[in-house]
């Protein structure tokens, strides 16, 4: 099975407008970290928000905010107030328990309209 | 500026030839991480130091493969009689908060195997 599944591999926002990006996971483990990256056309992997599996709050970081449902085993990340800037592929990740491997999503591709 | 360097940012060899990419965290990094990323997926986890000691190793390492953190600082991989499958971007990160684990990535060095 999948450890991440992304399920859209390509979405349009308007400018200024908020978006989702839709990430479930699957882990049997009490103890884990959620991740979302952004991956600009250069390519480099830039770091967004970070959420742990007892954090009772849902994670934001500016713009953007990470919809936390522990029980469907989902991890969304919304941006508000979408920017040019913001056309990138986004990557949903997660490491499990003590273990060092962070396992990423196949991405999806999030375009901002003007 | 995420403090991870690597070299070359872009390599094009023929098949059957030899090649390594230079890794070089920040000083204090203790651990040292390698990933692949072909088109259009996720980065895919190779290998993982801490210290010089290789404590992790990916299925997809295969015996042409061989990674090295010698003196626990900078890292190499190198990817003996290449294939045209190796193409990919070869990226590699050190670790971001002791208590959060996100990777911070260095910008990639891509392989392209004619």
């Known amino acids: 099975a999948q450890k991440i599944t992304q399920t859209q591999p390509g979405m349009f926002v308007q400018e200024k407008e908020a978006v989702t990006l839709d990430c479930t996971y699957d882990t049997s483990d009490q103890s884990y970290g959620l991740f979302w990256y952004k991956q600009p056309s250069s390519g480099e992997m830039i770091f967004l928000i970070y959420?742990?599996?007892?954090?009772?709050q849902n994670a934001t970081e500016g713009r953007y905010s990470l919809n936390f449902q522990k029980a469907r085993k989902s991890a969304n990340l919304v941006i508000s107030a979408s920017q040019l800037g913001d056309s990138a592929m986004y990557f949903c990740?997660?490491?499990?328990?003590?273990?060092?491997?962070?396992?990423f999503g196949t991405g999806t591709k999030l375009q901002v309209i003007p | 500026d995420t403090g991870v360097s690597q070299d070359p940012r872009h390599k094009i060899t023929k098949r059957g030839q030899n090649v390594t990419f230079r890794c070089d965290p920040i000083?204090?990094?203790?651990?040292l991480y390698w990933y692949r990323q072909t088109l259009g997926q996720g980065p895919e986890f190779l290998t993982y130091f801490q210290n010089e000691a290789q404590l992790e190793k990916s299925r997809l390492l295969s015996d042409r493969f061989s990674a090295e953190r010698p003196k626990g600082s900078f890292s190499t991989l190198e990817i003996q009689r290449t294939e045209q499958g190796d193409s990919a971007m070869y990226l590699c990160?050190?670790?971001?908060?002791?208590?959060?684990?996100?990777?911070?990535f260095g910008e990639g060095s891509r392989l392209t195997v004619l």
């Open positions: 000083s204090e990094h203790n651990r």
């Open positions: 959420q742990g599996s007892y954090d009772e």
């Open positions: 990740a997660m490491r499990e328990g003590g273990y060092q491997k962070v396992t």
């Open positions: 990160a050190g670790p971001g908060g002791p208590n959060t684990g996100e990777l911070f």
